[in-house]
């Protein structure tokens, strides 16, 4: 094959055709890539622009001109489907006509090969004028570089305007900052974004030349530290998501992720998203420490000449350095180290540190950390007892814990206090309902749970469970197993004693129970009740962990927490709570029904016929609605009414039924009660409600074939296939029923599909617990014979069989 040094040195002679056929040839080389490729491909297009400009030259015989490169083209970062970004400079002197036909001799050669332009034509006081105007220009002509012409005029035009952005740095700056923070607010912050934009989200490619600009100003400068190293992953990745693509995008969507990961050569998806949030985390750490002291420097120079006017020629004041604690003192609005701190005799003073920082609301000094990672002895194991009270002070530091957190990850500091750490830094979690990624969904926690530390007697577990809930998400199998694990071995490292080490792990252990339990679980069920005692053990244990599930559950996300969810777990605490205590096991109380349901259960029953009732509740929450139907008992009662709700594009969120003996022989009917949330925030009238639903009984509506048709006319995009369903039974979770679990994608007409599977094997449903969690969808209903016993095991297999394979196709 050619190299590329070859066929660049007959890019004049070949024309367009010569340039194209060299760049597919520099693309296609599985041995050049990275910063080596961007460089040999800006090279390629400078030495085809310049045969470009030199024969357009000749052949208009036009002076005074030079072909500028400028953006990323002129950091020469070009990837494989970037744009060109070119300014025409002239003198001044050529006719436009002629200056017009140069041009196109230039620009149309681009677009035939069909590559985007930015184009533009100007000489140079009309340039440093539109620089003065826009902002984004002004960019651009920072990283300004010849490819063909008059050197001299690009010369003069770089010197005004770096002149014109030191002088203007002041009133520039803040209009940069403010944009950047403008176009974080709508691309979101690169490294939690499942689907992240690689230029314009915060931690990006933006934010880089921002850093660039800011250095250009003189006024601060970036921490170089991982700072290259950053800005290759990210373009490197870019190259390879325009090559996997073949098109000029920066958003790395879910689809094209494994391929991506493997031309990058990394072994899968996460293991490519977590290079990339590493990067952005880099990224975005140097930009909050640049911003920060480009406000700093901007305060000073604003307050100085007032202090000269009043103090005369004795000059400024040294800053004031206010004492925070031992070794740490406030200096010019960041937490510092006093001047006689040891780092070499004080291993406790970085968790000092960023404990007064936090507790006072202050950012940490880039350079007192970096100070501390280079010489602070390491802690003695078990740590002392002053090192775990600073560390259960910055984690009860609420909001201010993550700046400064995140201050200390960035020198490496938090690794060797917790070396368990590495394994979930800028791990990913690749489910829409989680908003962070493992290492700050754990420190959210202890934020929201820094909240709760007044409704518990031992706030100190519940801080230091929230921060260790999730670390088993590093190693493989269950997370809340090897968790466990790594608590006892985390706890008896920071010097917690036996028996908080035995409650840290069960924390650890159980996090998720009384979340699974409440909403999964048939709460009037006392095997239900009996099984979360016995796991949780004790009254002290029980009130951390409804704490630290409250905690756990608003750090993940929206979808993860409700008032609904919240009652529930209420409910099902208050229960265990009265078991631990001692009393007797609590028996279910005949569920009374209500007027309403009643009235409800004698109109189904006299007319034979649905009757029904819709709630509009006003809540936060999307879990506002409820509906109550009532039908004479008969079969195919749930598939008929989950079918006709996903019909009207109602969301189940729970799910009850239950057989109501009217007296004075008027028989039985079947009362549900659902909580239901509107697809598009509205519902639907009762009467249309109550009009389908009997005919999805009677037969005349083919609810299947309805779902069926909706699914194929609006396909659910999905950017990657997920997992099949799974259908077991929980063993020894009822005395009264049978528990099937279901776990599945969120579909239309799941919980319908399901409801046909159970109708067909004859069994009863007693109730449903429905949980819906962003694309997931985790349901568990209660059956029994008809007779009202649970299923034997044989059967009980063989119905989540039935219901497996119910739910293998739509």
Request: glycine share 8%; proline share 7%; aromatic share 2%.
């Amino acid at each position: 094959m050619t190299s590329v040094e070859e066929s660049t040195d007959h890019t004049g002679d070949q024309g367009p055709g010569g340039y194209a056929a060299a760049r597919l040839r520099l693309l296609g080389q599985e041995t050049r890539s990275g910063p080596t490729r961007r460089s040999a491909l800006a090279r390629l297009t400078d030495d085809w622009l310049h045969a470009l400009f030199t024969a357009a030259v000749r052949e208009t015989g036009v002076r005074g001109t030079a072909l500028v490169a400028v953006g990323g083209y002129g950091r020469a970062e070009l990837s494989p489907r970037s744009d060109l970004d070119l300014l025409l400079l002239h003198d001044g002197k050529a006719p436009p006509r002629d200056l017009a036909t140069l041009a196109d001799r230039l620009w149309y050669p681009v677009w035939d090969l069909g590559l985007a332009l930015d184009h533009s034509v100007r000489t140079p006081g009309e340039a440093r004028r539109t620089a003065a105007d826009d902002l984004r220009a002004h960019l651009g002509l920072l990283d300004a570089r010849p490819v063909a012409g008059d050197a001299g005029l690009l010369a003069g035009l770089r010197t005004s305007v770096l002149t014109d952005w030191r002088n203007q740095a002041p009133t520039r700056l803040p209009r940069l900052h403010s944009l950047c923070r403008e176009r974080a607010e709508r691309a979101g912050e690169l490294r939690f974004l499942l689907e992240p934009d690689l230029k314009e989200a915060r931690g990006g490619l933006r934010d880089l030349t921002a850093l660039r600009a800011v250095a250009a100003s003189w006024l601060a400068d970036a921490p170089h530290q991982g700072l290259a190293d950053a800005r290759r992953k990210l373009l490197d990745t870019r190259d390879a998501l325009h090559l996997v693509t073949g098109r000029a995008t920066d958003r790395l969507a879910l689809q094209e992720q494994d391929q991506v990961a493997a031309r990058l050569g990394l072994p899968g998806v996460d293991a490519l998203l977590r290079e990339v949030y590493e990067a952005a985390r880099v990224v975005a750490y140097a930009g909050d420490v640049t911003w920060r002291e480009v406000g700093r420097v901007l305060r000073s120079r604003a307050t100085r000449p007032r202090l000269r006017g009043l103090l005369g020629t004795r000059g400024t004041p040294a800053a004031e350095r206010a004492p925070l604690a031992e070794g740490v003192v406030e200096s010019d609005g960041e937490a510092v180290l006093a001047l006689a701190a040891r780092p070499d005799r004080d291993p406790v003073l970085p968790l000092r540190l960023a404990a007064a920082a936090a507790q006072a609301g202050l950012p940490v000094s880039p350079h007192a950390v970096r100070r501390l990672a280079a010489r602070t002895a390491p802690l003695p194991v078990p740590w002392p007892a002053p090192a775990r009270e600073q560390l259960i002070t910055l984690l009860g530091a609420g909001e201010p814990l993550v700046p400064v957190w995140e201050a200390l990850e960035a020198e490496g500091l938090i690794t060797r206090l917790l070396p368990d750490w590495e394994r979930v830094r800028c791990r990913p979690q690749r489910n829409p309902v989680h908003t962070w990624t493992v290492d700050r969904h754990l420190i959210e926690t202890a934020v929201r749970a820094s909240a709760l530390t007044r409704r518990v007697g031992r706030p100190d577990l519940l801080l230091m469970a929230a921060l260790l809930h999730d670390l088993g998400k590093g190693w493989p199998g269950d997370h809340a197993l090897a968790g466990e694990t790594i608590a006892r071995d985390i706890a008896a490292r920071v010097g917690f004693g036996p028996e908080d080490t035995a409650v840290l792990a069960a924390l650890v252990r159980h996090h998720l129970l009384l979340v699974d339990t409440a909403t999964r679980r048939d709460l009037a069920d006392p095997a239900t009740v009996h099984t979360v005692a016995e796991a949780v053990g004790s009254a002290t244990t029980l009130e951390l962990l409804h704490a630290l599930t409250e905690a756990d559950a608003l750090a993940t996300g929206p979808a993860a927490w409700s008032t609904w969810r919240a009652c529930l777990v209420t409910d099902l605490v208050a229960r265990v709570a009265a078991v631990l205590a001692g009393t007797a096991p609590p028996v279910p109380e005949p569920q009374i029904p209500t007027a309403e349901q009643e009235r409800l259960a004698m109109e189904a029953l006299r007319t034979r016929e649905p009757a029904l009732a819709l709630h509009a509740r006003q809540e936060q929450d999307t879990v506002g609605v409820e509906l109550v139907v009532a039908v004479p008992d008969q079969p195919g009662i749930l598939p008929a009414v989950a079918g006709v709700l996903a019909l009207h594009r109602l969301t189940v969120r729970a799910a009850e039924l239950r057989a109501l003996d009217l007296p004075d022989g008027l028989g039985e009917a079947l009362v549900l009660r659902w909580r239901v949330a509107a697809e598009y925030g509205s519902l639907p009238e009762a009467a249309r409600l109550r009009t389908d639903l009997l005919r999805a009984l009677d037969g005349s509506l083919d609810v299947p074939a309805k779902l069926a048709e909706r699914e194929a006319a609006h396909p659910r995009r999905r950017g990657a296939v997920p997992p099949p369903p799974r259908v077991g039974v929980v063993p020894d979770a009822s005395s009264l029923a049978t528990v099937l679990e279901v776990r599945a994608p969120d579909a239309v007409g799941l919980l319908h599909r399901v409801g046909r599977a159970l109708e067909t094997a004859g069994v009863r449903v007693r109730s449903a617990h429905v949980s819906t969690l962003g694309a997931n969808a985790v349901d568990t209903l209660y059956v029994t014979t008809p007779d009202g016993k649970p299923l034997d095991p044989p059967d009980a297999t063989a119905l989540a069989e039935a219901v497996r394979t119910a739910l293998g196709t739509p």
